[in-house]
């Protein structure tokens, strides 16, 4: 079992920045995937960034070369630095773990919430 929970929301105007962090209980060395998500009121869920083991990253079109995914393992952290936020990032941003053989966990999540 791995406990994820994600801090660093919170109010912001277009422009800003923020930076999100995932605290995993376990180490997130074995981690085949860390991943970022988000989901807007009325909205499905919505894959944002992801980093694999090997480092590797894949973003979302709508955030490419605005967000960065890094993870320390030594610390059990995964983190989101968000810059330019629009409007339309807001949401409740999740972070979730793909240990493998369909063991995959949810944080709570945290809000985020672009303002004009």
């Known amino acids: 079992q791995v406990h994820l929970v994600e801090s660093g929301g919170g109010l912001v105007q277009p422009g800003r920045s923020l930076r999100l962090t995932c605290a995993s209980s376990?180490?997130?060395?074995?981690?085949?995937?860390a991943a970022w998500y988000r989901q807007a009121p009325g909205k499905q869920r919505e894959l944002v960034a992801v980093i694999n083991s090997d480092g590797s990253t894949v973003y979302a079109d709508s955030v490419k070369g605005r967000f960065s995914i890094s993870r320390d393992n030594a610390k059990n952290m995964v983190y989101l630095q968000m810059n330019s936020l629009k409007p339309e990032d807001t949401g409740v941003y999740y972070c979730n773990a793909d240990l493998g053989l369909s063991r995959v966990y949810w944080g709570q999540g945290t809000q985020v919430t672009v303002y004009s």
């Open positions: 376990g180490s997130i060395f074995s981690f085949n995937a």
